[in-house]
């Protein structure tokens, strides 16, 4: 299948600092990526969805000015945690279609933990 | 909005034997997908089957079958013969199609004892 690669697979950062993270579709191209949300042995919740060359869509209760989506290539799409605070630890993951109505692919996650 | 429902946190099966776990849905759409994702402890999602609604047939690949009833919005995952390499987390997930995201369920885990 399809592989997304993201990077970094784990981060820790300080109090009022930015982490981006990043979506990578290896070997296809996504016109739409995903963002995802796990609290530890919680579900995934959907964040925004990424869309190539334009805007993100953000679901209901999540900060677009807290977690800043950019989708700037068919290839790549970055997420970045604004002034994160502890509660903003947490387990993101994106996903890919290779195309409309088929399966997402996953990237690994990243596992974000603010001290 | 689109709720997907998983009323078993937990389950346990032998090896070997067959375990179903449950999965309802609701929804207002007509056409749309369901999924079955398992995440082992790396945390890696892992396609395991997937359901187009216009589809009466159900899907299956090798030891895992699903159960689609389309009217009581249910979609329950069979897996056969179960083996120590199936113990993760399943996560039932539905997705409106085009450019949607997926609605997961709250997960099961799954623990296959030896």
């Known amino acids: 299948g399809a592989v997304v690669s993201q990077h970094p697979s784990w981060v820790i950062c300080k109090s009022g600092t930015s982490v981006k993270i990043e979506c990578r579709s290896l070997?296809?191209?996504?016109?739409?990526m995903f963002w995802y949300r796990q609290f530890p042995k919680q579900s995934l919740m959907l964040m925004a969805t990424?869309?190539?060359?334009?805007?993100?869509?953000?679901e209901q209760g999540v900060e677009k000015d807290k977690f800043l989506i950019n989708h700037a290539s068919l290839t790549l799409s970055t997420l970045t945690v604004t002034s994160a605070h502890p509660e903003d630890s947490s387990f993101y993951i994106c996903?890919?279609?290779?195309?409309?109505?088929?399966?997402?692919?996953f990237g690994q996650g990243t596992r974000l933990t603010v001290v | 909005a689109q709720t997907v429902t998983q009323s078993q946190p937990e389950m346990s099966v032998q090896e070997a034997e067959t375990v179903t776990l449950s999965c309802t849905y609701d929804?207002?759409?007509?056409?749309?997908?369901l999924f079955w994702y398992k995440q082992p402890p790396s945390r890696q999602m892992i396609l395991v089957i997937r359901q187009e609604a216009y589809k009466q047939q159900n899907a299956t690949e090798n030891r895992f079958s699903v159960n689609f009833q389309k009217a009581a919005k249910s979609f329950s995952l069979k897996i056969s013969d179960s083996q120590l390499g199936d113990a993760a987390m399943y996560f039932c997930?539905?997705?409106?199609?085009?450019?949607?995201?997926?609605?997961f369920g709250k997960g099961t885990h799954l623990i296959i004892q030896p």
């Open positions: 990424s869309n190539e060359g334009s805007k993100a869509t953000y």
């Open positions: 997930a539905y997705s409106g199609g085009g450019a949607d995201g997926l609605t």
């Open positions: 929804t207002s759409e007509s056409d749309y997908y």
């Open positions: 996903s890919a279609c290779l195309g409309v109505n088929t399966e997402a692919f």
């Open positions: 070997d296809f191209q996504a016109t739409t």
